[in-house]
């Protein structure tokens, strides 16, 4: 067997899936990444060398997500992409003409405008915690129920109620007091979902022109409540795509296949990397007023990379290193 992997390492999860040929993805994962992205791709790579039949041949690998180039590094990367090309891709492929992408994750989310299959605007939003999927979860927590039972209660909700969704704080003092005045918790819960899906499109969705067909991705997306408030406020069809919480390893795993399709060696440093040992660190520059704090990774005690520095010094030198090796 041969195909590509897509890692998308993210502040709440970790997404890898294993893509065939001719594009299927055959396995997946999804993973919390619990503030350690490299331990994480690490387990998620043997889970995924267990899965598959041991003569599989990776073609190519590709990383997005926030922790992309860090991954990038360690896996050995052929393509590393930011997270709105790698959704914007997979959606095209996976919902054939799409025109909208709806993204929301567990710590940002996301406006996409494709129109002719190329991305024509964009917009994140990183500041307001109330549009996403944390705030979700903080909420299903504090009124002791489980997540994934949150969107099926939302729907039972016949007459949501009107929460105040601006700000995290608001919205959920304002859900307490709505609590206390006798209202029924799944109009609460529904209520809850209208309420995040107008902070959406009044911050992340403002001036956008939201057309058919809309995907829907991101973990957020599990939530059927969600998805019905959305298709509430925009009057049309919101699809979910069937793999909506791997959708940026999927775009990944497509851009892999593209970047290698030359006949370009692949860079994967193979599933050996799983039981290697990495470290992090970093220091603080002198050479310089800018006093550039550099980030290093060491793999089995060698320095392999580094970054953060604006003069290259530090990070050109170990480029250096590594071309001077190869040849030798």
């Known amino acids: 067997m041969k195909g590509y992997l897509g890692i998308d390492v993210g502040s709440v999860s970790t997404n890898i899936v294993f893509m065939d040929d001719d594009t299927n993805v055959l396995e997946s994962l999804y993973l919390r990444t619990n503030g350690q992205p490299v331990a994480t791709v690490q387990r998620g790579l043997r889970q995924i060398r267990e899965a598959l039949p041991q003569q599989t041949v990776i073609r190519g690998v590709g990383t997005t997500g926030s922790g992309r180039q860090l991954t990038g590094i360690v896996v050995g990367a052929d393509a590393v992409k930011n997270e709105i090309t790698a959704h914007a891709v997979a959606a095209s492929h996976l919902v054939p003409g799409v025109q909208t992408v709806l993204e929301i994750g567990g710590q940002d989310s996301k406006i996409i405008i494709l129109r002719n299959g190329v991305v024509a605007d964009f917009a994140m939003n990183t500041v307001c915690a109330a549009g996403t999927g944390s705030f979700l979860d903080q909420q299903a927590s504090r009124l002791n129920i489980a997540i994934e039972e ?32 006798g209202f029924n918790l799944e109009d609460i819960l529904a209520g809850l979902c209208e309420a995040l899906v107008r902070n959406y499109l009044n911050n992340v969705g403002k001036g956008k022109e939201i057309l058919a067909p809309v995907a829907f991705q991101g973990g957020v997306a599990a939530n059927a409540g969600m998805r019905r408030a959305f298709e509430r406020a925009l009057g049309m069809e919101v699809i979910v795509p069937k793999y909506f919480n791997v959708m940026g390893a999927v775009g990944a795993a497509l851009l892999a296949k593209e970047a290698v399709a030359r006949g370009v060696p692949t860079r994967f440093k193979g599933f050996g990397v799983a ?16 006093l550039c704090e550099v980030i290093e990774m060491a793999e089995a005690g060698k320095i392999i990379a580094r970054w953060g520095d604006r003069c290259g010094k530090w990070s050109n030198a170990v480029s250096v290193e590594q071309t001077a090796g190869s040849v030798s």
């Open 275 to 290: 039981d290697m040992e990495y470290k992090a660190g970093s220091f603080e520059c002198d050479g310089c007023p800018n």
């Open 150 to 181: 949150f969107g099926d209660l939302a729907l039972q909700g016949k007459t949501p109620v009107r929460i105040a969704g601006r700000c995290a704080v608001f919205a959920e003092s304002d859900m307490i007091h709505k609590q206390q005045m």
